[in-house]
């Protein structure tokens, strides 16, 4: 029974059959790449599973690439390409100088005000003004 099991061991550490499989690593389809498989794809009947199978993508990747090439919206971007620039001036509009006001009463004071000036506060100074 004991050699049995040392038997077994040592068969199933032989490797018989090496298969080397990426994982982890996304891969990049040029707009050109993607739309070559899926035109390879539309050829004949039931192409699309032996398509993806063929180009090593998965099915649900071809056939999402299958509705966007059918809503004209396939060809995206390349990574490193340039992006159109907007130039945008986000500084405020200055604001406009403050209005000034200047009132001279018939005993010579002088007032000077902003334009933006509480009007009763301005009438109470002037009435103060008139009597001194």
Do not use: C
Not at 33 to 62: C, M, N, Y
Request: a positive charge; hydrophobic letters at 45%; glycine letters at 6%.
């Amino acid at each position: 029974m004991r050699t049995m099991l040392m038997d077994r061991r040592r068969d199933s550490a032989q490797v018989q059959r090496l298969e080397v499989v990426e994982l982890g690593r996304r891969r990049r389809w040029s707009a050109e790449a993607k739309l070559r498989i899926v035109e390879e794809s539309f050829a004949g009947w039931r192409q699309a599973s032996a398509t993806a199978r063929r180009h090593g993508i998965s099915p649900s990747l071809l056939f999402a690439w299958r509705k966007a090439y059918r809503a004209g919206a396939l060809v995206d971007a390349e990574p490193g390409g340039f992006v159109p620039a907007v130039m945008v001036d986000e500084r405020p509009a200055p604001a406009p100088a403050p209005s000034r006001i200047e009132i001279v009463t018939p005993n010579g004071y002088r007032v000077l005000t902003g334009a933006d000036v509480d009007e009763a506060a301005l009438v109470r100074v002037l009435a103060v003004l008139a009597r001194a």
